[in-house]
């Protein structure tokens, strides 16, 4: 099955700060790869939705200023976090849709972000 | 995209079946079941996924009800390392078809 990373697996930063995570497809060409956020013991909530070549689609409630999505490869999503703060602290998981069969999507290990 | 129901929770103990149920009685036709797993402090796991018909994969097996209202997935013989939470996820085929994660049911896995 496909395979996604990403880097890194773990950041923790100052408020105010801002923090790049990369999430890379590493064998297949991802025109459409998904950022979720998961608050301890809470479930995954998608963020956005990442198109290779064109602006993301934000979710409902998410700030699209706040949070940076560039998706300029097929094989690359990076999620910016600008001016992260205390809340901002959470496990960053990004998926692709491996266009194969019936959509299965494959995700990436997660970032534990913690601002301090 | 229909919405499910799960358990919270389950027990099951190392070496038996874990049967894990769904509900999605609204589910419409075009809309696949998928199933995935999330380990603690892991990006969630593909299992399986079905339309009408029974499944089965190296992992585990998925059994949709004639109606497909509900379903259920089987892990023949659990082990400790399939103590996580399990979602089950309705979404419609096409690749920019999202999913969206319910509470899922945790299973534990005991000796």
């Known amino acids: 099955g496909a395979v996604v990373s990403q880097h890194p697996s773990w950041v923790i930063c100052k408020s105010g700060t801002s923090v790049k995570i990369e999430c890379r497809s590493l064998d297949f060409q991802a025109t459409t790869m998904f950022w979720y956020r998961q608050f301890p013991k809470q479930s995954l909530m998608l963020m956005a939705t990442?198109?290779?070549?064109?602006?993301?689609?934000?979710e409902q409630g998410v700030e699209k200023d706040k949070f940076l999505i560039n998706h300029a490869s097929l094989t690359l999503s990076t999620l910016t976090v600008t001016s992260a703060h205390p809340e901002d602290s959470s496990f960053y998981i990004c998926s692709e849709n491996s266009g194969r069969t019936d959509n299965e999507q494959f995700f990436g290990p997660g970032t534990r972000l913690t601002v301090l | 995209d229909a919405k499910t129901t799960q358990p919270p929770s389950m027990d099951c103990a190392e070496g038996r079946a874990a049967n894990l149920p769904c509900n999605h009685s609204?589910?419409?036709?075009?809309?696949?079941v998928y199933w995935y797993r999330q380990i603690h402090s892991q990006g969630p796991q593909y299992i399986i996924h079905g339309l009408k018909n029974n499944e089965t994969n190296e992992m585990a097996s998925l059994i949709i009800t004639e109606d497909r209202k509900s379903s259920t997935l089987i892990l023949p013989h659990a082990t400790l390392r399939d103590t996580a939470v399990y979602y089950c996820?309705?979404?419609?085929?096409?690749?920019?078809?999202?999913?969206?994660f319910g509470t899922g049911t945790r299973l534990q896995v005991t000796l």
């Open positions: 990442s198109n290779e070549g064109s602006k993301a689609t934000y």
């Open positions: 609204t589910i419409s036709g075009n809309e696949y």
């Open positions: 996820i309705v979404r419609a085929r096409g690749t920019a078809s999202k999913l969206t």
